[in-house]
């Protein structure tokens, strides 16, 4: 029963074997690192794919850290961010972001993200309080807070700058070219097939009312 539970939930985002490898980072007293290797249930490279497996898609300023649960084999560290703007969904205020991996009794546990150019040191893997992300996250109903994809297309660093105004992000954002890729994809989004079947496709633009629709396909005309 436990497995008939979870398993919807896990096999949309990533299916992970939690075979970890540790290891020891550059500096003399580093933490020591855990990566898991997932497979993830869908081709997360492809914008309509990542769009549609997504229940809500913003721009969000770190606020803080404000825990840590251990929900299966590894940590996950939930964040308290302030939402700049949306791409799909519609965020106001403060919500929850869960990110997979964080410390646990002294070890750093990462997840492996597929990127085939990776940039990301141990030191720069959870997100930073006081830094802007763009963030591609499904809604956890039992939890109440909007989980992270761990694939490397779901988020990207926009702003280290804490002190930047709301204004200023967002204009930041919407000159971004990765997040124009991604709000032209929302139209063109493909649901997966897993949450059609149990009537989980949150924010779906099909469901969108025609005027909300439209409203967004006459702002897309504008980015350039």
Sequence with gaps: MFYKKILPFISVIAIFSFVGITINAKSNKPPMV???QPSYAADYAKDDILLGSSHNVFIGRVIKQEGT???FATPETQFKVEVVSNIKGDLHGTVTVDQ????KNGVLYTVADD?????RSADSYLLKEGSTYLLATRYNE???????NSFYTASKLLSTDKNM???DLKALADNDERVKALKEAYPKEKLLDADISHGNTKNSFVSLPTEEQEKIKDELKTIE
């Design 34 to 36: 855990s990566i898991s």
């Design 69 to 71: 649960k251990s929900r």
């Design 142 to 148: 039992t939890e109440d807070w909007y989980t992270l």
């Design 165 to 167: 105004n709301p204004a």
């Design 115 to 119: 990127n085939p150019t990776p940039n």
């Design 100 to 103: 997979f991996g964080g410390y």
